[in-house]
C-alpha cells in the first residue's frame, strides 16, 4: 500500500511538471510572453542624411540627389517657395531632382522639403544655398533688385521712357562692357549713346553683336531668361521698337505652348506677359527677340 502510494504521488508530481511546462509564462502584467518570439521593430519614417550638391544657380538647373532612408513615396520636392522639376527616384533611398530658379533671383539659403504620395510634407533638414554663380543670375539679381527700386545713385532715370536704360543696366550686369556705341555717363556728365535709350538705335546695336540671334514670335521656344524682346506697338508704321524688356521666366503650358514673362522699367513689372502685352495693352503690337549667347 505505502509503495502505491509513492508511486501515485510521483506520478503526480510528474504530471504537474509536464503541465507547467506545457503553458505559458504570464508577464507582471497578466498577459502570455512566448520564449524566442521577436520584438516587433517600428519602421523609421522617412529621412535624408545627405545632399550631393549645397550651393548652386540663382537660375536654377543643378541637379541634386538626396540620401537618406524609406524614401520610396516621395513624389515631390520643394526648394524654398518653388516646386523642383525632374523628380525621380533612384532606389528606395535615393531621390534626384532639379533646382527650380531662386525666388525673385535673390541668394537665398532655401530649404528643402519632401512630399510623399499621400500628401505628407517631411522637413529634411538639408539647404539649398543660392548664389550668383552665372553671368545670367548676375543679370537677373540685378534687374530683380532694381525693377520698382530704381538706381537712380548710378544711372539716373529717364522719366516716362526709362526701358532701355534699365535694359541695358542689366547687361552691363551681365558682364557686358560700354564702349563707344553704347555707353552711358548720364549721371556724371549727362552723357550717353542713343543705342542707350532709343529703340532704333539700341536694336540696330543689338544687332550688330556677335553674340546676339535675332529671334521671332515663331522663335520663342528658344528664348532662355535673360534675352532681350523689342516691343512695336504700331508696327504698320514702320518707326521702330517703342519698349524693351528683358526675359525673367519661360513657362511651358499643358497645351504645349509656352508663355514668356519680362522684367523692366516704365511699366515696371517682374512678370509682364509678353502675349497680354501685344493683344489686350496694345493691340496689333508685335514683338523680336534677341538671344544671347
Not at 534675352?227 to 514702320?238: A, S
Not at 499643358?254 to 514668356?260: F, L, N
Request: aromatic share 8%.
Amino acid at each position: 500500500m505505502l509503495t502505491t502510494r509513492r508511486a501515485f504521488l510521483t506520478l503526480a508530481a510528474g504530471s504537474g511538471l509536464m503541465a507547467l511546462a506545457g503553458c505559458a509564462a504570464l508577464s507582471a502584467s497578466g498577459e502570455e510572453s512566448r520564449a524566442g518570439t521577436p520584438t516587433p521593430t517600428l519602421s523609421a519614417g522617412p529621412a535624408v542624411t545627405a545632399a550631393s550638391v549645397a550651393i548652386g544657380s540663382l537660375s536654377g538647373g543643378t541637379t541634386v540627389r538626396l540620401t537618406g532612408s524609406s524614401l520610396a513615396e516621395v513624389v515631390g520636392v520643394t526648394v524654398g517657395a518653388n516646386p523642383a522639376a525632374s523628380i525621380a527616384l533612384i532606389d528606395a533611398n535615393t531621390v534626384s531632382f532639379v533646382t527650380p530658379a531662386a525666388v525673385d533671383y535673390q541668394p537665398a539659403n532655401a530649404p528643402i522639403t519632401l512630399t510623399q504620395a499621400d500628401g505628407t510634407v517631411i522637413d529634411t533638414a538639408k539647404q539649398f544655398s543660392y548664389q550668383a554663380v552665372t553671368s545670367v543670375d548676375k543679370q537677373l539679381q540685378y534687374a530683380f533688385t532694381y525693377w520698382q527700386n530704381y538706381n537712380l545713385a548710378e544711372w539716373g532715370i529717364f522719366s516716362d521712357n526709362d526701358c532701355g536704360n534699365f535694359v541695358n543696366q542689366t547687361l552691363v550686369a551681365r558682364g557686358w562692357a560700354q564702349n563707344t556705341d553704347w555707353y552711358s555717363d548720364y549721371v556724371s556728365n549727362g552723357d550717353y549713346s542713343l543705342s542707350w535709350i532709343r529703340g532704333t538705335e539700341m536694336d540696330d546695336y543689338l544687332a550688330s553683336r556677335p553674340d546676339t540671334t535675332r529671334l521671332e514670335l515663331a522663335d520663342r521656344a528658344r528664348l532662355k531668361i535673360g534675352d532681350v524682346v523689342m516691343f512695336d506697338w504700331d508696327p504698320q508704321n514702320n518707326n521702330g521698337p517703342d519698349h524693351t524688356m528683358v526675359v525673367s521666366r519661360v513657362v511651358p503650358n499643358d497645351d504645349g505652348s509656352i508663355s514668356i514673362k519680362l522684367v523692366g522699367h516704365t511699366v515696371d513689372a517682374q512678370y509682364r506677359d509678353l502675349d497680354q502685352a501685344i493683344t489686350v495693352d496694345n493691340p496689333g503690337g508685335t514683338a523680336h527677340f534677341y538671344s544671347i549667347a
